[in-house]
């Protein structure tokens, strides 16, 4: 028979064991009920008006005198429940005369005692019903027995695996969708590769792939060095279960020369092969997603083998809300954060906010529940620490950024950087190709002819990903967070990236970099270096726009007008006259394109607006040119004969920015406002195709009557009186968007409230 202590199962996985156990022995459903809501209800189940209760009391720590405490506190709610049958089961050891104490607590018109199941009980049910046991893994992989049967396996000992870590951490364990996937490729391909990005849960998941196989009575093998170590502990006969972590790692490529880098993938292919064909043996293996694609890319054996066919990727997409809350609550329980920190988790449901974070990972949830990490933050500032580090999880980053990706893969991803989140193949391999030069030329940096396509591939999948479009943007918004530390904390960084930046795109990003919060001293230096980057940003800002295409001519952004906007907020900031003569320069240009066209009023108004809000006085040489811009400004608009209603809509949203709008621009816009009501108004009312269409053209309406100061009230009627239909059904619309609102808020109300039963056993400290 079984003999569990039930102490590796947290509350909530007791609660669903004790249910699944009492389903199969009885041969029904118990319907759930959430804590707060039940008035001591964990499950029910009725029939022909009788009620049978459940509740399930764990008090492993504790036993027979706070199980019994508890009961007390109970008696009265089972009273007025008056339930037909009251069925109490618990982890704490029992013996007859403590059941007869626990039925004249409760009431033996309710309870008894062949309804009390204490931990013998429970273990006599286990060993009943076989499936329950083994569908609640944690019960019998972190069992006492399975932990000494192990610790007193010589093979095993000296294996080098860290038996009790893994059995520590089983207890925390959620079984994602990721596990179910692994355990297929094992049975049927006997190899696993376990890949993804750093935190999400790779070697957690292959320890407990591995700690199942020994309880299987495989025999462990610890691969620390190469796969020639493997092949000599190959054993015929025997089953072994091998386990390489982080196996395209430093050792597997690093800075040997290519031949032993070939010689080093034709052993792991061929002991890959050897387990794969063998019955008895299985291969577990784990590496960052860019380590893999840095050996996809240098070798052809690899290309041609296969091997990515067995790769498992784990993204934290693999979690669902409810298994993020019980990987969280896992963390917490089996934890050694003092009482005083879980009740800051669960002041003012504060774990919800966590286990809801898009940068949720379980190593950051590890990190904020050790207590070791933590002694040093003061009670009442643990909340907003935790907050500070979802929203920076640099630690996360900084490992793989420092020592496993190239140089050539850092400067791709300080490339990325100084454009923005997100870019075209063909802009950031230009960009990078100026950046790593320079990064070479200064820091004596190895350079290769094939370094873009090495570091594109290298960081494909863990740290960069394709989108539509051709374009790559970041894996995960924490990564640029990393990146803005690194660019802060180093901010020669920031003068590297002006001096091998390939177009103006990426200044204008490194200095909105610089105003932000997250500046740090960038500001400083950049000042400091300005002698030396005048004439670079100068030569950027006068780049030629207009690039040759395949298809036409592709025009470079951004334009004259919105360059010059950010060499003035640079001048006035840093106070330099360095950048003056860059600034005038890029005035002729504008002017020189005067002659040929009217002005952009969007790009106009962004550069005019720079101007009326800078306040160094060296830049007041300019104030003709701005001057000339208004009156530019008021030409085009006057003479512009396509307006309709959405691009007057966009010309004075961007004019009303301006300090001092010009009273004629008002003017030359309400003529066209006028003409373009009489001759367009009927066709922009009949390309309403949607409720949202006409609410739309309503909207815009009636922004262009008060800023124009004009009365639409005959234009609305006429829009309204047209599409009658979309608002005889107006109401009912609402209604039906606030039922369905309100159905979606229940729902998430309902998945909320369980995480939230869930959390208050914390507090309870069963």
């Not at 020994?214 to 190469?226: K, Q, T």
């Not at 196996?247 to 070939?262: A, E, I, K, N, P």
């Not at 816009?669 to 009489?678: D, G, H, P, S, T």
Request: charged letters at 25%; proline letters at 3%.
């Amino acid at each position: 028979m079984s003999d569990y202590d039930f102490s590796q199962l947290s509350p909530h996985d007791f609660e669903l064991m004790c249910r699944d156990l009492l389903q199969v022995e009885w041969g029904l459903v118990l319907e759930s009920f959430k804590a707060g809501k039940d008035g001591g209800i964990d499950f029910r189940y009725a029939q022909a008006g009788k009620q049978i209760i459940v509740q399930c009391k764990r008090f492993v720590e504790s036993g027979f005198s706070g199980l019994l405490r508890e009961l007390r506190k109970e008696a009265d709610k089972v009273r007025k429940l008056k339930p037909g049958r009251y069925v109490l089961m618990t982890a704490a050891p029992l013996s007859d005369a403590n059941k007869t104490e626990i039925v004249d607590v409760i009431g033996a018109q309710f309870l008894v005692k062949a309804d009390i199941f204490g931990c013998a009980d429970l273990n006599n049910l286990l060993g009943r019903h076989s499936e329950v046991e083994r569908s609640h893994y944690k019960l019998w992989l972190a069992s006492t027995n399975v932990l000494e049967t192990m610790l007193h396996n010589d093979i095993i000992t000296q294996s080098d695996f860290q038996v009790e870590k893994i059995h520590s951490e089983i207890k925390r364990y959620v079984q994602g969708n990721a596990y179910p996937r692994a355990l297929v490729a094992l049975k049927s391909d006997h190899v696993v590769i376990l890949s993804g990005l750093p935190g999400v849960g790779k070697t957690t998941l292959a320890n407990m792939l591995l700690y199942e196989h020994l309880a299987n009575g495989f025999e462990p093998i610890i691969v620390r060095e190469d796969f020639a170590e493997g092949k000599a502990m190959l054993r015929r006969g025997k089953p072994q279960i091998f386990y390489f972590d982080d196996f395209m790692g430093t050792t597997f490529l690093g800075d040997r020369g290519s031949s032993d880098q070939q010689r080093e993938y034709r052993a792991a292919l061929e002991f890959i092969e050897m387990v794969g064909a063998a019955k008895d043996k299985r291969l577990i293996l784990t590496t960052r997603e860019q380590m893999l694609h840095q050996a996809w890319n240098a070798s052809e054996q690899i290309r041609n083998s296969g091997l990515m066919d067995r790769k498992v990727v784990i993204h934290m997409g693999d979690y669902s809300m409810q298994q993020r809350a019980e990987i969280f609550y896992n963390h917490v329980f089996f934890s050694d954060l003092p009482p005083e920190y879980r009740d800051e988790l669960l002041k003012n449901h504060f774990y919800l906010r966590i286990i809801k974070h898009d940068k949720f990972n379980p190593r950051l949830i590890e990190w904020l529940s050790s207590y070791r990490r933590l002694k040093d933050i003061p009670v009442d500032g643990y909340q907003r620490f935790v907050a500070q580090l979802l929203q920076d999880p640099a630690e996360i980053w900084r490992h793989a950024f420092d020592e496993q990706i190239s140089d050539a893969g850092r400067s791709l991803l300080l490339t990325m950087f100084s454009f923005g989140s997100r870019m075209s193949d063909a802009v950031l391999r230009e960009g990078f190709a100026a950046l790593h030069a320079h990064r070479a030329q200064i820091y004596g940096l190895p350079r290769r002819p094939n370094d873009y396509t090495r570091a594109r591939v290298e960081l494909h999948g863990a740290f960069v990903r394709p989108t539509t479009l051709d374009r790559i943007e970041f894996i995960n918004p924490s990564l640029l967070d990393w990146l803005n530390r690194v660019v802060c904390q180093e901010p020669q960084n920031a003068v590297d990236l002006i001096m091998g930046a390939a177009c103006f795109t990426q200044v204008a990003q490194v200095w909105n970099f610089v105003q932000s919060a997250v500046g740090g001293a960038s500001r400083e230096v950049l000042r400091q270096n300005i002698a030396l980057l005048a004439p670079i940003i100068g030569e950027l800002a006068l780049a030629e726009r207009a690039i040759p295409h395949a298809e036409g001519v592709f025009y470079r952004t951004p334009s004259y007008e919105e360059r010059l906007a950010t060499l003035i907020r640079m001048a006035d900031t840093l106070r330099v006259s360095a950048l003056l003569p860059a600034i005038g320069e890029v005035i002729a240009r504008i002017k020189g394109r005067w002659s040929e066209t009217f002005c952009d009023i969007k790009e106009t108004v962004t550069a005019v607006k720079a101007y009326e809000q800078a306040v160094w006085q060296n830049l007041e040489h300019f104030a003709p040119f701005f001057k000339d811009c208004v009156d530019k400004l008021i030409t085009t608009v006057e003479h512009e004969d396509d307006w309709d209603l959405n691009t007057l809509h966009a010309s004075l949203e961007q004019i009303d920015y301006l300090a001092k709008p010009s009273h004629l621009l008002k003017i030359h816009l309400k003529n066209a406002f006028e003409v373009v009501v009489r001759d367009s108004l009927s066709e922009e009312i009949s390309r309403c195709g949607s409720y949202e269409d006409v609410c739309s053209l309503i909207d815009t309406l009636e922004y262009l009557g008060r800023s124009l100061g004009v009365d639409v009230r005959h234009e609305l009627s006429r829009v309204r009186e047209a599409h009658s239909e979309y608002f005889e059904y107006e109401y009912q619309y609402s209604y039906d968007r606030v039922g369905e609102y309100r159905e979606n808020e229940r729902m998430e109300w309902e998945s909320d409230e369980s995480i939230r039963e869930m959390f208050r056993s914390l507090r309870a400290g069963h």
